[in-house]
């Protein structure tokens, strides 16, 4: 069993003890077993569980950052009078090439308002995006780059 399964076990029994099976207590039970896993490491195979965590919790911080920011970007081109958006499709390479990576990518670039992934090349290299603002394509493709891809190599590499 992998120490993060070995966590979520921890979690469920918190919650089971607690008597209520809900967020809150599976979210301090996984806290709780998190800390208790941490204290017992030298007793556990070598791992970087430890360390993908806190990489996870600002992966997750820096893509709630960059949708709440597409959103107000959406919402005002939505709500002004002019029109500010100049949609198109841009090929971004990518340096990303396991499956997980490719398909986590796409998915964080589909699920921030005005943007899509619409495919990925046959030899796996360029993921075709559909952007609501592309004023310049080469700043699309580095955004992808240096934030989305960027930090999907550090979490799942």
Do not use: C
Not at 47 to 63: E, N, S
Not at 90 to 109: G, R
């Amino acid at each position: 069993m992998t120490i993060l399964g070995l966590n979520l076990v921890l979690a469920l029994l918190w919650a089971a003890v607690a008597g209520e099976v809900d967020v809150a207590h599976l979210l301090v039970g996984f806290v709780v077993g998190h800390g208790v896993l941490w204290l017992a490491r030298p007793l556990l195979p070598s791992t970087t569980y430890f360390a993908k965590l806190p990489q996870a919790i600002r992966f997750t911080g820096f893509f709630l950052w960059e949708m709440l920011l597409a959103n107000l970007r959406v919402a005002w081109d939505v709500l002004t009078p002019k029109a500010h958006r100049r949609p198109g499709v841009v090929a971004v390479p990518l340096t990303v090439t396991t499956d997980a990576e490719i398909t986590l990518l796409a998915n964080l670039v589909t699920l921030t308002p005005g943007s899509l992934s619409l495919d990925v090349s046959p030899d796996r290299t360029i993921l075709y995006v559909h952007a609501m603002f592309v004023d310049d394509p080469e700043k699309v493709r580095r955004d992808i780059q240096q934030g989305f891809e960027r930090r999907v190599l550090e979490l799942l590499r």
